[in-house]
């Protein structure tokens, strides 16, 4: 049978295998499930292809779809696997009905196992001891001893964790958490792994795009830590269905689980508002499928975003997304993430930064969209708590129903968004960069998107007038944060507007490669519209709430706020 | 054997939708604040809304303003094993919600769906041929609504598209209310077919701005309901602008009519949301200018004809 994996993921040898303890997160027995798993994977995609017509046209577009992508492929053994591939499609017709099972079995299983992730509790152990100290030292490599000692606690004052954390552990012991953040970096993994440990939170198992697994290093890292592997490259049914049926089973089995699902990065810097879900959506299914089962076990979504000050990836991410807008994007192979030099830059930007990176979890939800009260209860708008079964019923009885629970998902998904908006931090580069831009768009009216960004170098803003611009921006943030409809980092919070301006233009300065604004002649000069419409678009539903009351202000803050694609 | 179904609302829909859903030999609850027997077999009447919590489906049949009311006393009751399906017209606030987005937030009910079209008690009643659609995201709501309802008189379509569905039910109020004022105006028909086209093609690129399909508003619940309304089955929306075009009074309109008046009371809030957000709507702000007193309609007519041209 076709092998999927280009190179075998790393292990540790088993010569001292770890017995997890009774006290241990659920995650560390994964190993011991692992193929149990896998097999409960490939039975029910067998199951579900039971009709011999079914299974036919599985098998063919399986076939149709890994040819196209062989064809077009020049790796090593790729002409094996095409042959491979086109001797099904020849065989298929002659097929008996045992024969078409036989090699839908043997396919979901190689998918399965490609998919399956690890979870080595001495890796883990390591590297929750190691990562702080490698990551400070990489922020100053001038001391490094001193980092690799004392590196947690600067971590902790560079990644900050808000949020309902103490309610989140309590749940993590009556059910399975799914973890829904917003996705901006590649550093996202690695950050919020971090607030995990920090806050006794359970690891989590998570899906990480194939190509992040090109890195040796970064791969047996994420291969050891739970990471299961998804291949965006192959375009077949039964690809998705291998991987919604593993998300399913690990949620059903309690396996507390991390999704981003926005999909991919946003590419515009914005807030994902449109989701949909994806393998997330697994949780609901998994829940209705336990209450089927009889298991009495809870699913919990919690929402989270995952505010930078400074994103590493940012200049790639917003040229893919002005170069791509309205088109199908493409997977970044080589980002600023693959670059070593980058992080080093990066990270030495964040030196000194108090919170440069705040994660911010929100309320948890069942997977009905209810909140829960402290004991994981499903409440009602009037307050009353409500048994979240009845949503998985027909007629008095549970039933597994793909299309209810597609439904559940999709306004899930719609929750999970507006939740976003109400849990995302303002840093204080998103707020310089939206009034910047709001300066952009009203001095180029009736220009579109396109003919702004060409504007570089030439809209300069009296420092003095964009100070007190912004802080009264700020003033009016701070309003909606009281409101509850937004939040602000410490620093928005408490630095003068002129020292939030300095901040902004120090942290992007010398990062990235294109300066983002600069100061000359009493003005602060925009140069580059793209990175600005990067940060500010973070905020962009704001828009409208954070402009003043004078006419052009308020127009350019619609513009802004309607920019719909920018989604 | 199957749980009855409940109807909240005794006006004219609720009772025609109880008697309709009696037909296909259902037990039917009938919710009314003041209730009034009703000879049907299997039809029961309560004021007590607890007692609706041993159905599984829900006819909500109350008029819009009434909704968030009811919604909230019900959400006392009901949970998720239950399913809304509502039948009122409306948008509510000025980010233009749903009545289902209203449900939704007031109840746990997450199974929602909205019957629309041109369905008109007095045939749905009287067991005449009748069709209209249910909008849901969930198949099994749309099977609950045809096995409370569909028979040999009731041809019941579907479509996911719920928010379509609502907002193509509640923003052909403003067309139908400007080809009353229209008819009023001695206006030809090739006018009114113009005003009825452009209009609803108005109303779906709201519609489109609030996340529904544009396809909808050609459907049961968007071109089927204006071309009952024009024909004559008693919209107020129809009433009322007939009423202001002959001149009478706001007040004097909507006293005529007796009935609320939905198209009204949504037109300002559609011309404000569609401002906010850029969408082009000149036959609801022609509306809204009209029934606030602030232009006369030969120059609102004007107006409306004398915009530049555009691809349709």
Request: aromatic share 6%.
């Amino acid at each position: 049978m076709v092998k999927f994996l280009p190179t075998k993921p790393l292990r540790l040898p088993r010569l001292r295998t770890y017995v997890p303890r009774p006290e241990d997160p659920k995650i560390f027995w994964f190993n011991s499930e692992r193929d149990d798993i896998v097999q409960e994977v490939v039975r029910r995609i067998v199951e579900r292809y039971e009709d011999e017509e079914a299974a036919e046209l599985i098998l063919s577009d399986c076939a149709y779809h890994e040819i196209r992508r062989y064809e077009e492929s020049k790796t090593e053994g790729a002409a094996r696997k095409l042959e491979h591939w086109r001797s099904l499609i020849r065989r298929l017709g002659r097929m008996s009905y045992e024969g078409k099972h036989e090699a839908l079995r043997g396919i979901a299983e190689d998918m399965a196992k490609d998919v399956a992730g690890n979870f080595d509790p001495r890796v883990y152990k390591f590297a929750v001891r190691a990562v702080p100290g490698l990551l400070t030292a990489a922020m100053n490599p001038s001391n490094i001893m001193r980092n690799l000692v004392d590196s947690g606690s600067r971590l902790d004052d560079l990644i900050a964790g808000e949020g309902p954390i103490d309610k989140i552990r309590h749940l993590s012991r009556r059910g399975t958490i799914v973890l829904v953040p917003t996705h901006s970096s590649n550093l996202d993994s690695l950050a919020i792994a971090w607030v995990l440990f920090r806050e006794g939170l359970s690891p989590v198992v998570y899906g990480a795009g194939k190509n992040l697994f090109s890195n040796p290093i970064i791969s047996f890292f994420m291969h050891n830590l739970g990471a299961y592997r998804v291949d965006r490259r192959i375009r077949a049914a039964l690809y998705k269905e291998v991987l919604k049926a593993y998300s399913c089973v690990v949620i059903e089995r309690g396996y507390h689980s991390l999704f981003f699902p926005g999909g991919t990065r946003s590419r515009s810097g914005a807030v994902e508002l449109r989701l949909k879900l994806g393998l997330a959506g697994s949780g609901v299914e998994a829940f209705a499928r336990n209450q089927v089962r009889g298991v009495e076990r809870r699913v919990y979504f919690v929402p989270a975003t995952i505010n930078y000050a400074l994103v590493l990836e940012a200049e790639t991410l917003i040229d893919d997304f002005l170069k791509e807008e309205g088109k199908a994007r493409y997977i970044i192979e080589d980002d600023e993430f693959s670059r070593l030099e980058r992080w080093i830059s990066f990270f030495q930007k964040f030196r000194g930064l108090d919170s440069a990176c705040i994660i911010r979890f929100g309320e948890p939800l069942d997977p009905y969209c209810n909140p829960v009260d402290d004991d994981g209860e499903s409440l009602a708008p009037d307050g009353r708590v409500i048994d979240p079964r009845g949503y998985a019923s027909r007629r008095g009885s549970p039933v597994v129903d793909g299309s209810r629970d597609a439904a559940y998902t999709r306004d899930l998904g719609n929750a999970i968004a507006d939740r976003y908006l109400a849990e995302t931090v303002v840093m204080h580069t998103q707020l310089v960069a939206h009034v910047l831009f709001r300066r952009l768009v009203r001095v180029t009216p009736g220009l579109d998107l396109f003919g702004r960004l060409r504007h570089r170098g030439d809209v300069a803003v009296p420092r003095d007038e964009l100070v007190a611009d912004l802080a009264e921006t700020r003033d009016r943030l701070l309003r909606l944060c009281d409101e509850g409809r937004a939040h602000a980092s410490p620093a928005v919070r408490d630095m003068s507007a002129d020292a939030l301006l300095d901040r902004a233009l120090q942290v992007w300065d010398g990062y990235h490669s294109r300066p983002v604004a600069r100061v000359g002649g009493g003005a602060v000069i925009i140069e580059d519209p793209n990175l600005l419409l990067f940060y500010s678009n973070r905020i962009r539903t704001l828009a409208v709430d954070l402009a003043s009351d004078d006419p052009a202000e308020r127009a350019a803050a619609t513009e802004i706020a309607v920019m719909e694609k920018h989604r | 054997m199957s749980p009855p179904v409940a109807v909240i609302g005794a006006g004219g829909f609720g009772r025609a939708l109880a008697k309709c859903s009696a037909r296909v030999g259902r037990r039917v609850i009938l919710y009314s604040r003041s209730p009034k027997p009703m000879d049907v077999q299997g039809v029961r009447v309560t004021s007590e809304l607890a007692e609706l919590a041993q159905a599984e489906l829900v006819f909500l049949a109350v008029p819009s303003p009434h909704v968030a009311g009811v919604a909230e006393q019900l959400g006392h009751h009901l949970d998720g094993r239950h399913l809304i399906v509502h039948v009122s017209r409306g948008l509510v606030g000025h980010e233009l919600h749903t009545v289902s987005e209203t449900v939704r937030a007031l109840t746990p009910v997450r199974r929602l769906g909205a019957l629309a079209g041109p369905l008109v008690a007095e045939t749905l009643a009287r067991g005449e041929p009748a069709g209209g659609v249910i909008g849901t995201l969930f198949p099994e709501v749309a099977d609950a609504v045809c096995e409370a309802l569909a028979g040999p008189t009731l041809r019941i379509y579907r479509t996911s598209d719920l928010a379509g569905v609502e907002l193509a039910n509640a923003l052909g109020g403003i067309v139908a209310l400007a080809l009353g004022y229209a008819q009023a105006m001695k206006l030809g028909p090739g006018t009114l077919a113009v005003l009825a086209t452009r209009g609803l093609s108005e109303a779906a690129r709201v519609g489109q701005g609030r996340g529904a399909e544009a396809r909808t508003f050609a459907g049961l619940a968007g071109a089927g309901d204006l071309i009952a309304a024009v024909a004559g089955d008693g919209r107020p929306e129809v009433a009322f602008g007939r009423a202001v075009g002959e001149g009478a009074s706001l007040a004097d309109a909507a006293k005529a009519v007796g009935a609320h008046v939905e198209g009204a009371k949504i037109a300002p809030l559609v011309s404000q949301w569609a401002q906010r957000k850029q969408v082009d709507v000149p036959l609801t702000d022609a509306v809204t200018k009209l029934i606030t007193g602030g232009a006369a309609p030969r120059e609102v007519l004007r107006e409306l004809m004398e915009r530049p041209g555009r691809a349709e």
